[in-house]
């Protein structure tokens, strides 16, 4: 799955991962996304991070700004 790959090399902490990775299960559930490894799956979690990066907190938001922000549904 991109998200925990990416999520390596990043120094976040147990809380922040889990909520970035129940932002990522969402945002692929908005879309109806089930193949994890077509490229549309990396692109959300890389929007992911960097939402998540910006301080918002709720996973459900982080999930709708990244659909947004990727324009894909």
């Known amino acids: 799955m991109p998200i925990y790959r990416l999520l390596q090399n990043k120094p976040l902490g147990p809380e922040e991962i889990s909520r970035l990775t129940a932002a990522y299960e969402q945002a692929l559930q908005g879309i109806g996304l089930v ?7 990396e692109m959300i979690a ?3 991070i960097e939402i998540g990066q910006t301080g918002v907190r709720d996973p459900a938001d982080i999930a709708a700004l ?3 922000e990727l324009r894909v549904t």
């Open 66 to 68: 990244a659909i947004k």
């Open 46 to 48: 890389k929007k992911i």
């Open 35 to 41: 193949d994890r490894n077509d490229p549309i799956a």
